[in-house]
């Protein structure tokens, strides 16, 4: 077993697989990880969360699409508040998710809730969630959304290490390929 860390995520595949049969069966019918490069800022990522609440995908999806084109493409605090509320509904939200989305601008806007990460790095994960669930709409498991707190996957991980990343990624397609889960920004 190699003690060195892989240099590509085919290598790092191929080591898990020789650790976990489980691992081993996914990776023949998923292949190696394919990461792309995250596209959107935290407050993007926490719009889309919001938008995505209670609703299914497909429609989920043509809602988001709507509120990006009001936009212009430019999804940041100041946009959004500049939407009036006849737009947002147009764009197909509903009220409560537009002044969630409203109560998130404002509140990164008048810095108490900080998204930068140079802020975020400032702060212990029990100050963000309790930061971001003071957000209209923002519960516990959105605001814990997407890293759960090291010493939850601690001993879980431990096996895996130091490829725990590229198992994170497997379990994201096992969701995909077994059960029904739609492609997620993650791995497509």
């Avoid at 790092?12 to 697989?17: N, Q, V």
């Avoid at 197909?92 to 790095?121: C, E, F, H, I, W």
Wanted: proline letters at 6%; hydrophobic letters at 45%.
């Amino acid at each position: 077993m190699s003690t060195r860390p892989a240099r590509s995520f085919k290598t790092a595949a191929e080591i898990l697989s020789e650790r976990d049969p489980v691992v081993r069966r996914l990776v023949a019918e998923a292949g190696p990880p394919q990461v792309n490069a995250p596209t959107e800022t935290h407050f993007e990522a926490l719009v889309r969360a919001i938008l995505y609440q209670q609703l299914a995908g497909a429609a989920a999806r043509a809602i988001h699409g709507r509120l990006i084109a009001a936009l212009g493409g430019e999804v940041t605090p100041e946009r959004f508040l500049s939407l009036s509320s006849e737009t947002l509904r147009a764009a197909g939200l509903s009220a409560n998710k537009a002044a969630s989305m409203q109560d998130l601008a404002t509140k990164v806007l008048d810095g108490s809730v900080v998204l930068d990460p140079a802020g975020l790095r400032g702060q212990t994960d029990d100050e963000v969630v309790a930061r971001l669930s003071g957000v209209k709409g923002i519960g516990t498991w959105t605001a814990q959304m997407p890293t759960p707190a090291p010493k939850q996957l601690e001993a879980l991980g431990d096996p895996y290490r130091p490829y725990r990343s590229v198992l994170a990624w497997n379990c994201w397609r096992a969701a995909e390929l077994y059960g029904g889960a739609a492609a997620s920004a993650l791995t497509t």
